[in-house]
């Protein structure tokens, strides 16, 4: 009993070190891939809040001053601070949008998973023949 729990383990544990490193090249071209994604998204996001801020901020200074000796003043100030809201509601939907999905190690987690059932599949068999 003790003899045949030792010989799986071994079997488990030579599999495991034949397979180590293709897990570990899996994780280099994981990281990498989640790392472009993960820099792609943090640079668009400043750029839009950058350029977004820039825009709007000018434009809102523009309205007000047009409409400051009016009876409209008011209204526009509220709509500037609608539209404010309206740009912050807009650039959460995008940044949250390609923001990257799942976990950097998904593939990685899959091929082990996979690799887990092989594994006892296999022993599985060598007990059924045994």
């Known amino acids: 009993m003790i003899s045949e729990r030792l010989r799986r383990l071994r079997r488990i544990a030579h599999f495991a070190a034949?397979?180590?490193?293709?897990?570990v090249e899996l994780v280099?071209?994981?990281?990498?891939?989640?790392?472009a994604a993960l820099i792609a998204t943090v640079i668009s996001s400043v750029a839009l809040l950058f350029c977004g801020l820039g825009t709007l901020g000018f434009v809102s200074v523009a309205?007000?001053?047009s409409f400051w000796d009016t009876e409209h003043r008011?209204?526009?100030?509220?709509?500037?601070?609608?539209?404010?809201?309206?740009v912050t509601l807009i650039s959460l939907a995008i940044s949250t949008r390609s923001?990257?999905?799942?976990?950097?190690?998904?593939?990685?987690?899959?091929?082990?998973?996979?690799d887990t059932a092989a594994a006892?599949?296999?022993y599985a068999?060598?007990?059924?023949v045994s």
């Open 18 to 23: 034949e397979r180590s490193g293709d897990y």
């Open 28 to 35: 280099g071209i994981e990281l990498s891939l989640y790392r």
């Open 63 to 65: 309205a007000i001053v």
């Open 74 to 86: 008011k209204l526009v100030a509220w709509l500037v601070a609608g539209a404010w809201l309206l």
């Open 99 to 114: 923001a990257p999905k799942g976990s950097p190690f998904s593939e990685l987690s899959h091929q082990v998973r996979l």
């Open 120 to 122: 006892r599949s296999h």
């Open 125 to 128: 068999q060598d007990h059924n």
